[in-house]
């Protein structure tokens, strides 16, 4: 079954940037859409990013709009997500899954990654 690696995550000041990769195997990975959620602690997961099969189409959640993107790379079977300006509020576990679809809803994505943390503090 497919799997998912994810990294990039750290401990930042706010302000300042990280990238977050996530890389699959054993899936036709240029078939599949990749979707970015979030989950605070105490909090419920939260949509964050998606990407299309080929990178075509990209949505972001109006909270990282203008500060997030992803983009990815068939041939690497990678995506990543540039995070830029991070604010105390984006601080949670970064979680990469797959989908048939592009979707914000975290049902529609068959695998999950582990997540990897981001804290950014003041």
């Known amino acids: 079954q497919a799997q998912i690696v994810e990294s990039g995550g750290g401990s930042v000041q706010a302000g300042d940037s990280l990238r977050l990769s996530c890389t699959a195997s054993?899936?036709?990975?240029?078939?599949?859409?990749v979707g970015w959620f979030r989950q605070a602690a105490g909090k419920e997961r939260e949509f964050v990013a998606y990407?299309?099969?080929?990178?075509?189409?990209?949505k972001y959640s109006n909270s990282v709009k203008g500060r997030f993107t992803v983009a990815r790379d068939n041939a690497e079977s990678t995506v990543w997500m540039q995070m830029t300006n991070l604010r105390p509020e984006d601080t949670a576990v970064y979680y990469c899954?797959?989908?048939?679809?592009?979707?914000?809803?975290?049902?529609?994505?068959?695998?999950w990654g582990r997540g990897t943390q981001v804290t950014v503090s003041a």
């Open positions: 054993r899936v036709a990975f240029g078939d599949i859409a």
């Open positions: 990407v299309s099969y080929n990178g075509g189409i990209t």
């Open positions: 899954a797959l989908g048939v679809q592009t979707s914000t809803r975290a049902d529609e994505y068959f695998r």
